[in-house]
């Protein structure tokens, strides 16, 4: 398509079906079928205003909308093309509308990215068959919910794709996406044309298209509403010739696409032809700032940008044994404390021989993304593990990494160049590491064709000319350096290394790895990977920063040391008291000490039955007396769970057994997403020293069962807190009853009753969490 | 009408924390305005209404929506206009709290609380400013999808007449239930008549057999 002219769009369907009688509340789409007459005037009003481009009415024309009404998504879609092409004349493009699904998407609701592929898929099939001309993807305002939309378009059809997010004035969606964020994910997935709808007037959608031309050089959609509804008559308070008067400055801002959205009405889409006639849009060569993302936050690649490496199970048993055990929460505190050391982008690794690494890295991708807003690097030597993570992941990402072996580019550039990713290139290839900085350079070079070739750019390619151990081959960190420079001046791409490696073997590892960081960074690396809770390191960067002039004022830096100058207080003496003191206080940072203390003296299991559980079961009775309430009860479960992580981690050393007292199944019962008592229960059984394994929430009654099977649990632990949701409880406890499955049953949540426990077949009725604790000590020892 | 969120009252935070009379101690003092601070000052909240005219027969006009059971028939019994209203703090609040669960599930906790007040007071100007902005009029209680005998299915309709998910993010499971959680609908009737207060009382109360509150001789005040 032609994208030098502007494109007319339309104005609003509904506000047009309402005014043809649609009752307020019904759905629009199923009138494809019903009054498809009806449907094609209103295209047709359009055309004449001077519409080129015409939306199908299948905004909400999915399965999950049309669910009760009788009619096929499919069949909506067909019409509504046929309903569109009726009106249309010989210039005129039909574009498929596809609106959000109306669910929220995982990992706040309860919508999968699968999920929402799927039903998004079957909308594009249908709208090809029919013969639209373009898809049009509008009032996103999850970027995971457009991310399936895109990839279901891009892969069951060819048509050009045009996507609108819906902003507040503030520049943020409903769900928390930047406009960055979605600039750099859509450019990414090579979408043909972005922009805003819905939601604001004109004057405000410009402004926030004004911050869209800065990260994209592709052409810009704009589709506001007229103002805002008057709550009595719901009357729009911008009026044709306003709306047509701001949207002068639309072509100006790089827009090529004009049209309207809720309120609008052909009178506004005569009004902006006339008003925009003769304008053409601006020229956009040049824009377009590149960087990472994730959905709420973007790192442009303009300075030195920390890549966390701690999620990564190489040298690291407890790592291993959260993988091992499927202990997501471990990984996930990870990525918080990488987060809060002032790590940029995190590296995710969760390669592990015997375990499905493609299954882990999408679990792991979408957990810490829930968790934490940073953009991510999936690092994988398998295109399979690659792609699942690439998938997953709401945001534009690195993939780590390719190498100079041309079956390896060949497998994994394509799928950078698909999902829009930026690439790790590694300086070796069949033959190894080269030993010299020409050789690596070389290799770099093969690389970044390569990559030109896939059609990724210049600036999507990272190389790492590899950090050796110092210790090992003292020659070949020099090397390393020249090669780096040599690819900065030669190549112009970015550079990344792994920096700690250099150290490995020697002591006082963070005063050379400091060194070298600081000598690698003066060479032109900008993407170290590292970890970022080792402070010399991170000092280092610090400074650097301040040294290259990117700290500006050196502001940064003034904070981080204000922040952290007292170093006293950092250190770890044993305090005064006892464990028991300590969890009833509910001091972590004091319990741990105080364990560590007692670990020398005591096994791992005396340490959790004499120490940490007497604890826990003291500040149980006086929550019991009422002397303690809830969050105090919860800090103090929190202090002890310090304690067992320290246990954890020292039997993990030995590589010994659990000391576990028990496996228990917990689950929020299918269509009930309020987990939080769920998760109290959780926190207190779990610093009780029995493995929990948590289902979730909105958990169906066979994965329920499955799990309770496969992982040979004692006890089940339900809730549910709406009356609505108690009758899926019954049946969860039915179905693991007929299951053959053999432990006990306890359940919670605000509207269960003890008599009411029991008559749906529960064994138990916890009140609080207190009382769950009971049970399993009971149940389980 | 701007969202408005002005106050979190303490005692309905911790009566949501099911608080029975311990004695509350500075720290978890300290712990409560921390977690109200952090709350007001993460939560965006938004609210999205529409006035309708209220027919004998029950119907809104040019609405698909018809409240259904006898208990908002009842409650609108004097009203010949009736409010919708959907309320939210936003995915903001939602988002704080779930990423506060993974590091301090008592902070999550007490946020969840307050967050339950907070979203109660946004509701409560609303109605004050309405009241204002309708004068004058008296309106009665608020009646959300599942009290009483209006079943919860009909938070779908009153979601599409309200087009709550594209005015103000807010969305419906399959089973019914608002993401983000700290969420309200509402019906409201405009009178021209004083309209009672009816205090439901403990008989309403699903847990009104095992109520921690009643057994200690007191009540939540709740209901």
Not at chain 2, 198 to 215: E, I, L
Request: aromatic share 4%; with cysteine; net charge negative.
């Amino acid at each position: 398509m032609d994208y030098s002219e502007l494109y007319i769009l339309d104005g609003a369907m509904g506000t047009m079906l309402q005014a043809a009688g649609l009752p307020l509340g019904e759905l629009p789409e199923t009138w494809n079928l019903s009054h498809a007459e009806a449907v094609t005037a209103i295209h047709r009003q359009y055309v004449r205003a001077g519409s080129r481009v015409l939306y199908t009415n299948t905004f909400g024309a999915n399965r999950h909308k049309l669910s009760r009404s009788g009619v096929s998504a499919a069949a909506v879609c067909r019409a509504g093309v046929r309903c569109a092409r009726a009106a249309g004349t010989g210039q005129t493009l039909v574009a498929l509308d596809i609106g959000p699904i109306g669910r929220m998407m995982e990992p706040l609701g309860d919508l999968s990215f699968e999920e929402a592929y799927e039903t998004f898929a079957e909308m594009v099939e249908a709208g090809k068959d029919a013969g639209a001309d373009l898809i049009v993807i509008e009032t996103m305002s999850d970027l995971g919910e457009t991310r399936a939309a895109v990839l279901a378009a891009k892969e069951h059809s060819d048509l050009p794709i045009w996507v609108t997010m819906t902003f507040e004035a503030g520049g943020r969606s409903f769900v928390g996406v930047t406009v960055p964020s979605m600039a750099l994910t859509l450019s990414g997935l090579g979408v043909d044309a972005i922009g805003f709808n819905c939601s604001l007037g004109p004057a405000e959608l410009l402004d926030l298209l004004a911050e869209l031309r800065r990260w994209t050089d592709l052409p810009l959609i704009v589709k506001p509403n007229a103002g805002l509804p008057d709550p009595a008559t719901g009357a729009y308070n911008v009026s044709a010739e306003e709306f047509a008067a701001a949207m002068r400055r639309a072509p100006a801002l790089g827009a090529v696409m004009l049209g309207g959205c809720c309120g609008t009405t052909p009178d506004y889409i005569r009004a902006l032809c006339r008003a925009v006639e003769g304008l053409r849009p601006a020229s956009a060569a040049g824009n377009g700032c590149r960087g990472v993302c994730c959905a709420a936050h973007a790192v442009p690649l303009n300075g030195v940008r920390v890549i966390g490496e701690r999620i990564n199970p190489t040298g690291k048993p407890r790592f291993q044994q959260a993988l091992r055990e499927g202990d997501i929460d471990y990984i996930v505190a990870r990525a918080v404390e990488q987060q809060e050391s002032g790590a940029d982008i995190l590296d995710i690794n969760v390669g592990l021989p015997g375990l499905d690494e493609s299954a882990l890295m999408r679990r792991v991708v979408k957990a810490v993304q829930a968790a934490v807003d940073l953009p991510l690097q999936i690092d994988s030597s398998d295109p399979a593990a690659i792609e699942a993570g690439l998938r997953a992941c709401h945001g534009r990402a690195i993939v780590n990494s390719v190498n100079g072996r041309r079956e390896v580019l060949e497998r994994v550039l394509p799928l950078c160049k698909k999902y829009g990713a930026a690439v790790v290139g590694l300086c070796m290839d069949e033959n190894g590491i080269p030993k010299t900085a020409e050789g690596r350079a070389a290799i770099a070079r093969r690389i970044l064709d390569a990559a030109l070739a896939n059609g990724l750019a210049r600036e999507d390619v990272i190389i790492d000319c590899l950090t050796l151990t110092v210790s090992a081959e003292q020659d070949q960190a020099a090397e390393t350096l020249s090669a780096l420079r040599t690819v900065r001046k030669e190549l112009g791409v970015h550079t990344t290394l792994g920096v700690s490696n250099i150290s490995f073997g020697l002591p006082a590892r963070e005063t050379i790895t400091a060194a070298f960081l600081t000598q690698a960074l003066g060479a032109g690396l900008d993407l170290p990977i590292l970890n970022p809770n080792t402070r010399a390191v991170m000092d280092a960067v610090a400074a650097c920063r301040v040294l290259s002039g990117e700290d500006a004022g050196c502001d940064a830096y003034i904070r981080r040391f204000a922040a952290t100058g007292n170093n006293a207080a950092e250190k770890h003496e044993t305090p005064d008291m006892t464990i028991a003191q300590s969890v009833m206080r509910g001091l972590g940072a004091e319990t741990a000490a105080l364990t560590a203390k007692a670990l020398q003296t005591m096994s791992e299991l005396d340490v959790v039955n004499e120490l940490l559980i007497p604890a826990l079961d003291a500040v149980g009775e006086r929550y019991e007396r009422q002397e303690l309430f809830l969050p105090q009860l919860i800090n103090a479960a929190n202090a002890a769970c310090a304690g067992f992580e320290l246990v954890k981690q020292s039997i993990a050393r030995r590589g010994g057994g659990s000391v576990s007292k028990g496996k228990i199944l917990l689950a929020t019962v299918h269509g009930d997403i309020h987990d939080i008592g769920k998760n109290i229960v959780r926190v207190v059984l779990d610093n009780y020293g029995y493995t929990v394994i948590d289902l979730g929430r909105d958990v169906p009654a066979e994965t329920v069962v499955s799990a309770a099977l496969r992982e040979k649990v004692g006890l089940v632990g339900l809730s549910a807190l709406m009356t609505t949701t108690v009758g899926s409880m019954a049946e969860t406890i039915a179905a693991l009853r007929q299951s053959g499955y053999t432990g006990k049953i306890m359940v919670g949540g605000a509207v269960l009753t003890e008599s009411y426990a029991a008559q749906i077949g529960a064994d138990y009725y916890a009140r609080d969490a207190k009382a769950g604790a009971d049970i399993a000590k009971q149940v389980l020892g | 009408m701007e969202a408005r969120l002005s106050h979190i009252d303490r005692g309905e935070v911790l009566r949501y924390l099911g608080y029975r009379g311990e004695r509350v101690g500075a720290a978890a003092e300290e712990d409560l305005a921390r977690c109200e601070a952090l709350l007001m000052q993460t939560a965006r909240p938004r609210l999205v209404w529409k006035l309708f005219e209220h027919s004998a027969d029950y119907s809104l006009n040019g609405c698909a929506y018809r409240p259904g059971g006898e208990d908002i028939r009842l409650l609108l019994r004097d009203s010949a206009h009736v409010v919708l209203l959907a309320a939210t703090l936003g995915t903001e609040v939602e988002q704080l709290i779930r990423r506060t669960a993974a590091k301090s599930m008592a902070d999550a906790v007490i946020l969840d609380a307050a967050g339950s007040a907070a979203i109660e007071n946004v509701c409560d100007n609303f109605c004050a400013d309405l009241e204002r902005e309708l004068a004058p009029c008296y309106l009665t209680e608020r009646f959300s999808p599942g009290y009483g005998d209006m079943p919860l299915s009909d938070q779908r309709p009153f979601f599409d007449a309200l087009s709550v998910s594209r005015r103000i993010g807010v969305t419906l499971t399959e089973s019914c239930l608002m993401i983000p959680q700290k969420s309200v609908t509402a019906l409201i009737g405009v009178s021209d008549k004083p309209q009672p207060r009816r205090g439901r009382g403990c008989a309403s109360c699903p847990r009104a057999d095992d109520c921690v509150f009643r057994k200690g001789g007191k009540s939540c005040g709740l209901f």
